[in-house]
């Protein structure tokens, strides 16, 4: 899976320190020594001034006074509450992952993870193969979005450090969360990568050390592509002077370019995510049916997430049947739209009628809000409740 490191990258320069060795290490112990002289030089006798300063008001707003890492584990340890695993069916061969609320004591399936049988695995072995021409072609990729994923996102709607800080904590708070529930499941469901089943396989870049189904990229890049797209969608139907024009009325009345606009960012989110799955297979590393049960386990924490962060979105209880899965990954076969069931067309994928329901924290939306606000800079506004 992807190691995120896009906001340790905006230290820019500093990183170069690392190529001075040990001189740039005496260099840091020279520094340390001059402050201790430079502070005994000054600070004089000790003189007690009885001030005493506030505590920080507690709340959301608290955030504001960590800072970043401390921030984003706050945020991901709030994302995290509530999330919890069962393993289902009885003969281990699934997992289920379930969301509690503390307050009503009521409890939903978010989504149901159940591993192909081995048969499956060995027929598609030929599509791993064929897909191994395309490394050289793929090789800068695949080599690139072992650490990062983002940048290749960001190439549709850019992410700048300043401008969009609050969006890029979004989107890591995300991704952080992702790589704890999808290493769970993976564990959960404990499948052998191809090499393990043909030496000829033979992949470009190492193997991970953990299970292949389901693919953590192909998880990683499809919550990045549903959450960032849903970001950038509600940004354009913020409410305008504090009148509270409902999202579904604002986007109703929106123009049809706006909405044309909305569809194809959506449209090449989601086709980074699946170029980015289809890599890891072209690398030897997955099966397709890996990057189908990341896909759908991508969408169903997305909703989640959307959902705590306070966003107006509908979540659905789904259930990947792995040995129903034929054929080559391709994302279409996770329908766009929720008005429709996705199992009304994909044989291996299960959505439940009901709508699970994740109660929404004042802490997390907080985030939310200031990532929305960010993202609206430079959109018109027109009057309360329109957009040019």
């Known amino acids: 899976m992807a190691r995120l490191l896009f906001l340790a990258g905006d230290a820019g320069d500093a990183g170069d320190a690392g190529d001075a060795g040990d001189s740039g290490r005496s260099a840091s112990r020279r520094g340390n020594r001059s402050k201790i002289f430079a502070t005994d030089g000054v600070r004089g006798a000790w003189v007690k001034t009885g001030y005493e300063p506030p505590n920080f008001s507690t709340g959301p707003e608290a955030l504001e006074n960590w800072g970043l890492k401390e921030r984003l584990l706050t945020l991901e340890a709030e994302m995290l509450s509530g999330l919890h695993y069962d393993q289902a069916p009885s003969d281990g061969s699934g997992i289920g992952v379930r969301y509690h609320d503390s307050k009503t004591n009521q409890s939903e399936s978010l989504v149901h993870m159940i591993r192909p049988d081995t048969r499956v695995f060995a027929e598609q072995l030929d599509f791993v193969r064929n897909y191994s021409p395309l490394r050289l072609e793929r090789n800068e990729?695949?080599?690139?979005?072992?650490?990062?994923?983002?940048?290749?996102?960001?190439?549709?709607?850019?992410?700048?450090?300043?401008r969009h800080d609050h969006t890029r904590q979004v989107i890591q708070i995300c991704?952080?969360?992702?790589?704890?529930?999808?290493?769970?499941?993976?564990?959960a469901l404990a499948c052998r990568r191809p090499a393990e089943y043909a030496p000829q396989i033979q992949p470009s870049i190492p193997?991970?050390?953990?299970?292949?189904?389901?693919?953590?990229?192909?998880?990683?890049?499809?919550?990045?592509?549903?959450?960032?797209?849903?970001?950038?969608?509600?940004?354009?139907?913020?409410?305008?002077?504090?009148?509270?024009?409902?999202?579904a009325e604002a986007e109703a009345q929106a123009p049809k370019e706006?909405?044309?606009?909305?569809?194809?960012?959506?449209?090449?989110?989601?086709?980074?995510?699946?170029?980015?799955?289809?890599?890891?297979?072209?690398?030897?590393?997955?099966?397709?049916?890996?990057?189908?049960?990341?896909?759908?386990?991508?969408?169903?924490?997305?909703?989640?997430?959307?959902?705590?962060?306070?966003?107006?979105?509908?979540?659905?209880?789904?259930?990947?049947?792995?040995?129903?899965?034929?054929?080559?990954?391709?994302?279409?076969?996770?329908?766009?739209?929720?008005?429709?069931?996705?199992?009304?067309?994909?044989?291996y994928l299960e959505r439940s009628g009901d709508e699970f329901t994740a109660a929404p924290s004042p802490l997390l939306n907080y985030l939310w809000q200031k990532a929305l606000n960010e993202l609206a800079i430079g959109i018109e506004l027109a009057g309360p409740g329109e957009r040019t």
């Open 141 to 162: 990729e695949i080599v690139a979005q072992v650490d990062n994923i983002l940048d290749y996102f960001a190439s549709v709607l850019p992410l700048y450090p300043l």
């Open 175 to 187: 991704l952080n969360v992702t790589r704890l529930v999808q290493q769970r499941v993976k564990h």
């Open 207 to 247: 193997t991970p050390a953990h299970s292949s189904l389901p693919s953590g990229h192909a998880t990683e890049s499809f919550v990045v592509a549903f959450v960032f797209h849903e970001l950038f969608r509600q940004a354009h139907f913020l409410i305008v002077d504090n009148n509270a024009v409902p999202l």
């Open 258 to 347: 706006l909405l044309e606009h909305l569809s194809t960012v959506r449209t090449q989110l989601l086709r980074h995510a699946e170029r980015i799955a289809i890599n890891r297979t072209v690398a030897g590393l997955h099966f397709p049916v890996d990057s189908a049960a990341g896909m759908v386990l991508g969408r169903t924490l997305a909703e989640y997430y959307l959902q705590r962060f306070g966003a107006s979105v509908s979540g659905y209880c789904r259930t990947f049947q792995g040995s129903r899965f034929q054929g080559d990954f391709d994302y279409r076969d996770l329908l766009l739209d929720n008005a429709v069931a996705e199992s009304e067309t994909v044989s």
